[in-house]
């Protein structure tokens, strides 16, 4: 391969300025029902939509298109308790005085606390690993480039797929969650970033108020 081969743009297709307004309103319209969701049955989700998840989260831009991420994606219900135990351990110590009064406010109105039976109830974890050192080509043990920006987007994007499939998904993250390479067998070098936790919400599953808040455009955004 040449060392800077070259390749045509895959032009979109042409549409019309008003085409295009409907279909990013369509997204909008899609996306502005996600909501995190924390509590859900045991209805199963087929692998297959994990995997066409996880292959979109896949096409996210890196730095130097390194691709500095893993998934790990548990359906296993004994590899979920031993998560929910863990995570339920550390949850239990952040909640009693580890995150601080002022963090503790802030997630007040969440109604959160330790509890996270949907670690166990909900059929997938997908945990997203970062990685430090890589490279584009299996093997390699490179410098890798902007990783939380790019684990990130992946992240987004795997929740939005999800979203789109018709799914309920919460990004969880238990805090240290170190543990989290030991029970999916991670090299050291990466670093857990988030569990997201798929599948089907709870018949009475609620939201929190608090949640639904989204702040306007005009307060997101300047144009200049
Ligand atoms: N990890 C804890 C606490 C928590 C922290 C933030 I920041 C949130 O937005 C929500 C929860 C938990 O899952 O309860």
């Given at each position: 391969m040449q060392e800077h081969e070259m390749l045509p743009w895959q032009h979109a297709p042409e549409r019309s300025d008003a085409d295009r307004a409907s279909h990013?309103?369509?997204f909008y319209e899609m996306m502005r029902t996600r909501r995190s969701c924390r509590a859900f049955s045991k209805r199963p989700v087929p692998r297959d939509?994990?995997?066409?998840?996880?292959?979109?989260a896949g096409t996210a831009p890196s730095?130097?298109?390194h691709q500095p991420w893993h998934f790990a994606a548990i359906s296993c219900p004994e590899t979920k308790a031993t998560i929910r135990v863990a995570a339920e351990e550390e949850e239990r110590q952040f909640y009693s005085g580890r995150a601080g009064n002022h963090w503790l406010q802030a997630l007040r109105p969440l109604g959160t606390d330790a509890q996270k039976p949907y670690l166990e109830d909900a059929p997938w974890l997908i945990v997203a690993f970062a990685q430090r050192r890589g490279g584009p080509v299996p093997g390699?043990?490179?410098?890798?480039?902007?990783?939380m920006e790019s684990v990130g987007i992946a992240c987004g994007l795997l929740l939005a797929t999800l979203h789109q499939a018709g799914l309920a998904t919460l990004t969880h993250t238990p805090n240290p969650m170190r543990f989290l390479n030991r029970v999916c067998a991670r090299p050291d070098q990466e670093k857990p970033v988030m569990i997201i936790v798929a599948g089907h919400a709870a018949a009475d599953a609620t939201v929190p108020a608090h949640a639904l808040r989204k702040k306007p455009l005009e307060q997101i955004t300047s144009w200049i």
């Open positions: 990013a309103q369509a939509v994990i995997e066409v998840a996880i292959r979109t730095g130097a298109n390699d043990d490179l410098q890798n480039y902007y990783v």
